[in-house]
């Protein structure tokens, strides 16, 4: 069976602040894809990054990184220069090759203070 | 603008009186899913549809409906709604036949029942 622990419940930083969201994977699968999705404070999902299972380079777009480690099944998603936008309700979430649905985590709620 | 729009997007109503959530995608997506988020839990997949006329059970089906008698349309059916239903749902629709492709998420409908 897939899983998906995001350990932190809740982190609250201060403005400018770097952040880092942990996100550890559980499957036996070889190819499989994980994704990061924000939920702001006005409840929608917001899709921020897709990765598959081959491709272990970091990526960066703008203050959002992403660092994925197979080694240790972990997808964790940094937030540099954090701003108080960025307050929102992060998931991490895992799909199999041909699944037909998204494993979530528990979700982290980010706080970023003035 | 491409979006997936779901109705109502609150909702209290009494235990036993059913209702529809509606889900419309203007994509022509094939792929359409429903989920509901729980606090503690991050999202479950409820049903999902890979075509017209094609749906199958997610992991939470129990007390649930569904129907897709058009490719834009996936509506939710709660024939006998209980509190434990109470709840934030969600419907995505794929950008390709999968899960494991992005998936664009609904604005999400908060349903109480009382």
């Known amino acids: 069976a897939q899983k998906v622990t995001q350990a932190q419940t809740e982190i609250s930083v201060v403005e400018k602040e770097d952040v880092t969201l942990d996100c550890v994977y559980e499957?036996?699968?070889?190819?499989?894809?994980l994704f990061w999705y924000k939920q702001p404070p006005s409840g929608e999902l917001v899709f921020l990054i897709r990765?598959?299972?081959?491709?272990?380079q970091n990526e960066i777009s703008g203050r959002y990184s992403w660092n994925f480690q197979k080694s240790t099944s972990s997808f964790n998603f940094t937030i540099t220069a954090s701003q108080v936008v960025d307050s929102a309700v992060y998931f991490c979430a895992l799909s199999l090759q041909g699944a037909q649905k998204l494993v979530f985590g528990q979700g982290t709620r980010l706080t970023i203070n003035p | 603008e491409a979006q997936v729009t779901q109705n109502p997007r609150y909702l209290i109503t009494v235990t036993g009186k059913k209702l529809t959530v509606t889900c419309s995608q203007n994509m022509n997506h094939e792929y359409m899913s429903w989920y509901r988020q729980d606090p503690g839990l991050g999202l479950r997949q409820i049903y999902y549809?890979?075509?017209?006329?094609?749906?199958d059970k997610g992991d939470v089906p129990e007390g649930y409906k569904v129907s897709r008698k058009e490719k834009r349309n996936f509506p939710l059916i709660l024939e006998s709604p209980s509190p434990n239903q109470t709840s934030l749902y969600f419907c995505?629709?794929?950008?390709?036949?999968?899960?494991?492709?992005?998936?664009?998420f609904g604005p999400g409908t908060r349903l109480t029942v009382t």
């Open positions: 995505a629709s794929s950008l390709g036949p999968r899960a494991s492709y992005e998936q664009y």
């Open positions: 549809s890979m075509n017209v006329e094609v749906t």
């Open positions: 990765r598959n299972s081959f491709d272990e």
């Open positions: 499957t036996r699968d070889t190819t499989y894809y």
